[in-house]
C-alpha cells in the first residue's frame, strides 16, 4: 500500500512568512509524528498525535510552531514568523500507536528561510 | 537530494564483507529499539527492531544487537552491497511515550 506522503518535497520562504507543511499518514494508522532534521544529525522529536488530539508536543521549540490533525488523518505543521534557524528537513512518520511499534516515515519536506 | 550525512562518522567496505555499525543509547529505561538507513534525499526507512527482553535478532542479512549493560546496540549487515550505501541510524523509545530518540547516525559506504 501506499507509504506515508508530505507536500511540498521543497519549500522556500522569507524569513518572516507563514508556512504550512503537510503530512498524509499510511490508512489505518491512528499515530501520527513530526520530527525535525538538521544537517548531519538525526530526526529529533516535535509532536506526536494519537487521533485527533496532540499527546505529546514537547518536542515543539516554541509558540511559533503548531500542528493539527483535525480527523485523525492528515496533519499540518504550522510555523509562523519563520527564522533562518528554522531552515530542516521536516519529517512525518505514522504508526499504528500501539507500544512498540514501529514508525514508518515520509520523505520529508525540506524547508529553506532565505 | 540533500545529503543528510556531510559530519558523520564514516564506515567503509569492500562489497561482500560484513558490516557493524555501533551505537551507544542513553536512557537504560529504554525498551525498545529501531534501526533505520536513510538515503540522501529521503526519509528513514525501517531495518529491523529489537525489544530489550531480546539480546538479538535476525533479519535478512541484518542481525541486531542488544547489551543493556553498557547500553549499547550494534547492526551487523552480513554481504554487504553498494545498495546498503546510506546513513544509518539507531533509534530508542522509552516507556514514558511512543517517541523516537535518534542517535548521531553512520555513514555506511560500500567499495564495489
Known amino acids: 500500500g501506499a507509504g506515508v506522503s508530505q507536500t511540498p518535497s521543497n519549500k522556500v520562504t522569507e524569513k518572516g512568512k507563514y508556512v504550512e507543511l503537510r503530512c498524509d499518514p499510511i490508512?489505518?494508522?491512528?499515530?501520527l509524528y513530526w520530527y525535525r532534521q538538521s544537517l548531519g544529525q538525526g530526526p529529533e522529536f516535535l509532536i506526536y498525535?494519537?487521533?485527533?488530539?496532540?499527546?505529546?508536543d514537547s518536542g515543539l521549540p516554541n509558540d511559533r510552531f503548531f500542528a493539527v490533525r483535525p480527523e485523525g488523518s492528515v496533519s499540518t505543521l504550522k510555523i509562523q514568523r519563520t527564522e533562518r534557524g528554522d531552515s530542516a528537513v521536516y519529517l512525518c512518520a505514522s504508526s499504528f500507536g500501539q507500544f512498540p511499534d514501529t514508525q514508518y516515515f515520509g520523505p520529508g519536506t525540506r524547508l529553506t528561510v532565505l | 537530494g540533500e545529503s543528510v550525512g556531510l559530519h558523520l562518522p564514516t564506515l567503509s567496505v569492500q562489497e561482500g564483507d560484513n558490516s557493524i555499525i555501533n551505537c551507544a543509547y542513553s536512557n537504560s529505561a529504554s525498551d525498545y529499539f529501531i534501526w533505520y538507513k536513510q538515503e540522501s534525499g529521503k526519509g528513514p526507512q525501517f531495518i529491523i527492531d529489537i525489544r530489550s527482553n531480546m539480546d538479538k535478532r535476525q533479519g535478512q542479512r541484518v542481525t541486531v544487537l542488544l547489551n543493556k549493560t553498557v547500553k549499547h546496540l550494534s547492526l551487523q549487515i552480513a554481504a554487504t552491497q553498494p545498495g546498503d550505501s546510506a546513513v544509518y541510524f539507531c533509534?530508542?523509545?522509552?516507556?514514558?511515550?511512543?517517541?523516537?530518540?535518534f542517535g548521531g547516525g553512520t555513514r555506511l559506504m560500500v567499495k564495489p
Open positions: 533509534a530508542e523509545n522509552y516507556n514514558a511515550g511512543n517517541m523516537l530518540t
Open positions: 498525535f494519537q487521533g485527533t488530539g496532540a499527546a505529546d
Open positions: 490508512s489505518g494508522h491512528t499515530a
